[in-house]
């Protein structure tokens, strides 16, 4: 599950890549024009991805919950059709909650570059030197 979250996350972020600076940085400025952000570290400790995931869970639970309670009731057939049912209900509760993620990211790492006046964020683990890791400020814009 964190796992497909987090490559979900690096497809978003690679398509949002060229389109998240917002200013580059004015002539004379001292910083640097590239922010890194750590993405494995934002879906760790981000509150906001913490309680979307504990929502997934939430739901997961509950709709395994209802399935057993019915199963004694239901032939094996049914209750096959049944379980496809609820997985495809969950399938779309995370997507809902995937794209809450991904919009709550891409604001943040838009308000954060425009803040630091970033021209461009790339991830931490593709850049051998550089950048000003964005990471903290992320994780707090997404509060």
């Known amino acids: 599950m964190k796992k497909s979250m987090i490559c979900l996350m690096t497809i978003v972020m690679v398509m949002l890549g060229a389109n998240v600076g917002v200013a580059a940085p004015q002539s004379g400025s001292q910083s640097s024009s590239i922010g890194v952000i750590d993405v494995d570290r934002i879906m760790a400790e981000s509150p906001k991805v913490k309680a979307l995931q504990e929502q997934l869970n939430q739901v997961a639970k509950s709709y395994t919950d209802q399935l ?5 009731n239901l ?8 379980r496809e049912i609820v997985y495809q209900k969950f399938l779309r509760k995370k997507q809902e909650l995937e794209k809450q993620v991904d919009q ?8 954060v570059a ?5 021209s461009l ?3 931490k683990n593709s850049v051998a030197f550089g950048g000003t890791d964005i990471t903290s400020e992320v ?3 997404m509060k």
Do not use: G, M
């Open 68 to 72: 057993e309670a019915e199963k004694p």
């Open 121 to 123: 964020i790339l991830y």
């Open 75 to 82: 032939s094996p057939e049914e209750y096959e059709k049944k």
């Open 114 to 118: 425009k803040t630091k006046k970033l």
């Open 104 to 111: 709550s990211l891409k604001q943040a790492l838009e308000a």
């Open 139 to 141: 994780i707090k814009v």
